[in-house]
């Protein structure tokens, strides 16, 4: 599989600090973004725990194999993903009983492998994944968030979601509790085939269509910064981190 990818992350111009980090490992193919909470230390410590265990996990599983009670290759590469996260939020959160300086902290997270035509997607929290296809962009991550629930029950809609003042509060992330619900999916990929993935820094500034007309008309370094550059432009409230990935051959 031959990808071609670009990951860059800002400050923004509203924070004093960065607390997201993010991980291009292009011998995995694994693709990581984690939006850190809980000042300076602490968030910036969670999302580097989160970014460093997924790719930690997942090297030593390929590395050693994995004993799961299946020998499906797919859900084998599903487990290897998810059981990388949910170590990660146990990380977190005993750094944070042991250390009380780290106490409330956590991160979100979302994270891309690419295995043998396939893309495996996991997320926690409100950072988030897009496909591009043929042109035509998606998400296709759930938010863990209060806004996003309200959205589902028709509560409010996406507009009056932007301005919510509730719209950061997120319902799950790592660290916060000893073990977390990982949110798995599988999707073929396909040559042209372009994955974003972007914590709340971007995606609360910059509209699906602009990010689907970057990726259209630029290579992936050029779509990120672009992108980077449109979320500061427009107040860059909070850090701002992107991950682009193009498929140019899925086998």
């Known amino acids: ?3 071609v990818s670009c990951g860059i992350t800002d400050v923004g111009l509203k924070r004093g600090h960065n607390e997201d980090n993010y991980l291009i490992n292009e011998e995995l193919n694994l693709y990581v973004v984690a939006d850190g909470m809980g000042g300076h230390a602490g968030g910036e410590y969670a999302s580097a ?4 265990t997924c790719e930690e ?3 030593s599983l ?3 194999g994995v004993s799961i009670d299946t020998d499906d290759p797919v859900e084998i590469t599903r487990h290897k993903l998810s059981q990388s996260i949910r170590l990660a939020g146990r990380r977190i959160f005993e750094k944070a009983k042991e250390q009380p300086e780290y106490h409330g902290m956590g991160t979100t997270v979302v994270a891309v492998l690419m295995r043998q ?3 495996y997607i996991a997320h926690v929290g409100d950072s988030r994944v897009y496909l591009m296809r043929e042109g035509e962009i998606s998400q296709v991550t759930e938010d863990h968030s209060l806004i996003a629930e309200k959205i589902r029950h028709g509560l409010i809609t996406p507009e009056e979601a932007k301005n919510h003042k509730m719209r950061n509060v997120i319902t799950r992330s790592l660290g916060y509790q000893e073990d977390v619900e990982v949110d798995m999916s599988v999707r073929a990929v396909r ?3 372009h994955f974003l993935l972007c914590s709340d820094g971007l995606s609360g500034l910059v509209e699906d269509e602009e990010m689907q007309k970057a990726m259209l008309e630029m290579r992936p370094q050029a779509a990120a910064r672009m992108l980077v550059e449109l979320a500061c432009e427009r107040g860059g409230d909070d850090n701002i981190t992107v991950v682009v990935a193009r498929v140019e051959d899925p086998g």
């Open 57 to 59: 996990v997942v090297t």
């Open 1 to 3: 599989m031959k990808i």
């Open 49 to 52: 725990i989160a970014v460093n």
């Open 191 to 193: 040559r042209g085939d």
């Open 117 to 119: 035509t396939n893309a």
């Open 62 to 64: 390929e590395a050693e």
